[in-house]
């Protein structure tokens, strides 16, 4: 379970994450959505330990993840592909990532054929293509085995075969009863991947429910889809010119 409370970011003038209270809930796939610049990336760090908050808590089981020994074990997350190390394997890359987290090398072997790449692992990640690469931070983040995951666009890259893998992969994590929450802007794919909804705008929480249940308001107010439901929340959060109702 990932709990926030008044989870709050700032840069400078800049509010990245502004006072998010949620929880996100074992068993589910919970997908994270909002526009460009929402905070979606700064929600997931702060989540992580990576940055510190300006006020308010981020906790993982009931932890606060920053400072966790062993940390794989608790959470594990793909937070950007192309942050490895070029020059080592992909078996080497993971061996790494276990040791320091006190996971038994046999794992690396077990990860690497979950996600397809046993037949590479032995080459340098550095001519990895991108969908590799998003497989080989998906297994790092199945690793420790851990009960919390993270995805931050994982769906990037991946070729049709990839995106329908990863789309089984995040359900039958939640059925396994863990905690599983992805960003993405493919509203195709959270329609058909996520049961539940955070939705973020200017790093404000505009909708936490079930998919369900958004897309019946959406209905309700005309939006043919998930899609336009979205554009309709968000569309004066945004910065940037939008494309409006079709
Ligand atoms: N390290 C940083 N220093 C200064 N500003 C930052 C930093 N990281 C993020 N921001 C700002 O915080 C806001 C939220 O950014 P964030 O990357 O979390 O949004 P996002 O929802 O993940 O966006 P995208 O969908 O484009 O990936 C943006 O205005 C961004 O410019």
């Known amino acids: 379970m990932i709990e926030l409370r008044?989870?709050?970011?700032?840069?400078?003038?800049?509010?990245?994450?502004?006072?998010?209270?949620?929880?996100?809930?074992?068993?589910?796939v919970t997908g994270f959505l909002g526009p460009n610049g929402a905070g979606k990336s700064t929600t997931l760090r702060l989540v992580l330990g990576l940055h510190?908050?300006?006020?308010?808590?981020?906790l993982v089981d009931g932890q606060p993840f920053a400072g966790r020994r062993r940390g794989?074990?608790?959470a594990g997350a793909l937070l950007d592909a192309g942050d490895v190390h070029g020059g080592r394997s992909a078996r080497a890359h993971l061996a790494a990532l276990a040791r320091s987290n006190g996971i038994p090398r046999a794992r690396v072997g077990e990860v690497l054929d979950q996600v397809g790449l046993a037949d590479v692992a032995r080459c340098r990640i550095?001519?990895?293509?991108?969908?590799?690469?998003?497989?080989?931070?998906?297994?790092?983040?199945?690793?420790?085995?851990?009960?919390?995951?993270?995805?931050?666009?994982?769906?990037n890259g991946l070729d049709p075969h990839g995106v329908r893998w990863v789309r089984g992969l995040f359900r039958?994590?939640?059925?396994?009863?863990?905690?599983?929450?992805?960003?993405?802007?493919?509203?195709?794919?959270?329609?058909?991947?996520?049961?539940?909804?955070?939705?973020?705008?200017?790093?404000?929480?505009?909708?936490?429910?079930?998919?369900?249940?958004f897309?019946?308001?959406?209905?309700?107010?005309?939006?043919?889809?998930?899609?336009?439901?979205f554009m309709d929340l968000t569309a004066d959060r945004v910065d940037y010119p939008t494309g409006g109702r079709s």
């Open 172 to 213: 039958r994590l939640a059925a396994e009863g863990r905690t599983v929450l992805v960003s993405s802007h493919l509203m195709s794919e959270m329609e058909q991947t996520a049961d539940h909804l955070v939705v973020i705008g200017r790093g404000e929480l505009l909708v936490d429910e079930s998919l369900a249940a």
């Open 52 to 58: 510190r908050p300006t006020a308010g808590t981020a």
């Open 215 to 229: 897309t019946a308001r959406g209905r309700d107010n005309g939006a043919t889809s998930l899609e336009e439901a």
């Open 6 to 28: 008044d989870l709050t970011k700032r840069y400078g003038g800049v509010t990245a994450v502004d006072r998010l209270t949620l929880t996100v809930r074992p068993g589910h």
């Open 126 to 155: 550095g001519g990895f293509s991108l969908g590799m690469r998003q497989r080989l931070g998906i297994a790092a983040a199945l690793l420790g085995d851990p009960p919390v995951l993270l995805f931050d666009e994982p769906f």
């Open 72 to 74: 794989l074990r608790y």
